[in-house]
């Protein structure tokens, strides 16, 4: 549900200030954070040493972190459409990551793309590379080739 209000909630900020001021978005936010506020405590009450300990749930205390600065920021100043309340919705994005602790076949998958990162940077450089060969190459071969216009 929290993944679905999220990818329903207009982004544009002249939306938000003008037709959505007192969006119901934002009231859905506070819902949200009070199940996974909820949920948190649970959890913790049985064990916050475990809890910490698991680099999933540690994920899902950043965003519920971020979550509660975000919504204080709405009930203290009734708004979040300033520049540190887009920092913070910039962070939402990772609530829908929620759902990988749920599901262990996302899990890893995950686990899986992140362990090849260190892989993938050493393609990214050759890539890199390569590109600025022909950058180069492609300056060297045609510089001042093409400097006048034809619009006829």
Known sequence: MSSLQLAAQPSNSRIEESVFHHPPWNYLDAVFWAVFMLEFVIRCSIGWRLYFLDWWNLMD???L???TVEVA???FTSRTSGSIGRVFRLVRCLRPLRMLNKAESLKNVVSAVVGSLPSVTYVVILY???T???AILGLQLFMA???S???D
């Open 61 to 63: 205390f950043s965003i």
């Open 65 to 67: 972190v971020s979550t």
């Open 73 to 75: 920021l709405f009930i």
């Open 128 to 130: 890199v590379a390569f």
């Open 132 to 134: 600025m060969i022909f």
């Open 145 to 147: 080739l093409f400097y």
């Open 149 to 151: 216009c034809n619009d």
